[in-house]
C-alpha cells in the first residue's frame, strides 16, 4: 500500500 502513496504524489507533482 506504501507503493501506492508514492506513485499518488508522483502523479500529483507531474499535474502540478
Same mark, same amino acid.
Given at each position: 500500500?506504501?507503493?501506492?502513496? #508514492?506513485?499518488? #504524489?508522483y502523479?500529483?507533482?507531474?499535474m502540478?
Amino acid at each position: 500500500m506504501m507503493s501506492t502513496t #508514492r506513485q499518488l #504524489r508522483y502523479l500529483a507533482t507531474m499535474m502540478i
